[in-house]
């Protein structure tokens, strides 16, 4: 879906065509000049804002946009769903018997995760709830965190009892660009320090809990069980966004060069250490850029008010505008990234130093507990 009308600028063709022309040089020039095709807008963050949630974050960036998240977690009673191995094993349902577990058998929820133990909201200044573009951002970024499955099998209480985790995303400024990573990285540093309280109960007892908050558990620890031979956990997903323009690739683009981009991909990454590079791609969705919806220019030939012939037809007109696409008239892009620039991202994004790497390590590095 294209972003949305908050997101769009308003530019002439003369200056859109201005500004491809600079992206299209090598290395591209951006609007800061400062900033390389993989540099990333400057950002003020801080964890731990809200103080009743069990985690929160809030990043702002340096162009005003800014987004507030929080976490919660509450206990809720899981549906017993049968099994061919479970009915067996199982007393009466009818009564609700439920059969006690020998203390010697281990239950750690591995794979027994619910994607409805999850539930995400995303508010934005101006949009209704069920408006297209917070319900496409909550969807993005609810399938990057459930598609590996570490999140919601960390919820797993026992057998009869699970966490219910919210997370609520507010977008504190208005959409002035597209927050779709912005909203990913806050709430990456919001679950990243989000914390249980410690677990005193056994297997499928009634879950008793530690008051003691300086007790509780991370909800991401660093290390899986104790020893040295322990599985390392994986982090939270982080969605970036790369946009080509001709056979140029820039991460983070601003409004304005999302207003002449070729083609908009939204990466959700993670960090891996099973990867031979410490990364790994999650999902790769197509964004629909605003350049789609700019109006073309009227080149000399095709205005009859500097002597040139006005087209007859909108069929002639699209013959024309495309004999001229080179001529440096501004012409809104059509068309998606090839196969070459798409396999370009992934590599520039997953490599050794990568822009994953560079991304999940900044946000790992705010946190200090």
Known sequence: MPPSQAALVSLSPAELSYLRSTL??????????????????????????LPGAN???RIALEDGLEALVGVKAEV??????????????????????VEMKDGDEEDDG?????????????????????????VFLASMLTESLLSSGELKDRLYINSRFHWKLYIDILLL???????????????HLALLTSRLPALK???????????????????????????TGSK???RPPVIVLAMAIGQNIIFDPCKEE?????????????????????????????????????????????????????????????????????SGVWTPPRGGMKRGLIGQVVKMVVETGGVAEEVIDALQAIEVG
């Open 232 to 234: 390392p956990v994986d």
């Open 173 to 187: 400024s208005p959409a002035l660009s597209y927050p779709l990573a912005l909203l990913s990285m806050t709430t």
């Open 258 to 326: 999302l207003a002449v981009a070729d083609a908009v991909l939204a990466i959700a990454c993670s960090s891996s250490k099973t990867s031979s590079t410490g990364s790994r791609i999650i999902s790769i969705r197509t964004i629909d850029p605003p350049s789609h919806l700019t109006p073309p220019g009227v080149p000399n030939s095709m205005n009859s008010a500097t002597g040139g012939v006005a087209p007859a037809s909108s069929a002639d007109a699209l013959t024309q505008r495309e004999l001229l696409a080179t």
């Open 24 to 49: 299209l040089q090598v290395p591209p020039i951006r609007l800061d000049h400062t900033k390389g095709p993989k540099d990333f807008r400057s950002m003020r963050a801080e964890y731990d804002v």
């Open 76 to 97: 809720e009673k899981s549906q017993w769903r049968p099994t061919p191995a479970g009915r067996a094993s199982r007393l009466s349902v009818a009564a609700g018997d």
């Open 110 to 134: 591995q794979g027994k995760g619910q994607v409805s133990w999850v539930e995400m909201s995303v508010e934005i200044p101006g949009f209704r709830d069920d408006d297209a573009l917070p």
């Open 201 to 227: 109960s056994e297997k499928d007892e009634d879950p008793l809990f530690d008051d003691d908050w300086d007790a509780s558990v991370p909800l991401y620890p660093k290390e899986k069980g104790k020893g």
């Open 55 to 57: 985690g929160s974050a």
